[in-house]
């Protein structure tokens, strides 16, 4: 069982910046993937951003430019730096492992809560 703890989250005018952080309970250098979702109240749960050990992917191209993810083997942790954030930004943030490239998100922290106000 991994454990996934997120942190960062807050308050923030439009146009700030927030940095998220997810810390999980192993080596994280075996995943093949980690990601970052989120959440607004009423709406799906979406992918932000995801990376392997090669590349990462943004899948909202409404962040594309703003946000940047980013891990760090040796610390077991993975980053969301978010830059120019808009009020549409608001939502919980969700990280989770992909075990390999077949497989679902399997591993989930329990969110942080992002609130950017107009």
């Known amino acids: 069982q991994v454990q996934l703890v997120e942190s960062g989250g807050g308050l923030v005018q439009t146009g700030g910046s927030l940095r998220l952080s997810c810390a999980a309970s192993?080596?994280?250098?075996?995943?093949?993937?980690l990601g970052w979702f989120r959440q607004a109240p009423g709406q799906q749960r979406e992918l932000v951003a995801s990376?392997?050990?090669?590349?990462?992917?943004y899948d909202l191209d409404s962040v594309k430019g703003r946000f940047t993810i980013s891990r760090n083997n040796a610390e077991n942790t993975v980053f969301l730096q978010m830059d120019s954030l808009k009020p549409e930004d608001t939502a919980v943030y969700y990280c989770?492992?992909?075990?390999?490239?077949?497989?679902?998100?399997?591993?989930w922290g329990q969110g942080t809560q992002v609130t950017v106000s107009s």
């Open positions: 989770a492992i992909k075990l390999s490239p077949f497989d679902i998100w399997k591993y």
């Open positions: 192993t080596n994280i250098a075996t995943f093949y993937s």
């Open positions: 990376a392997t050990s090669r590349s990462t992917t």
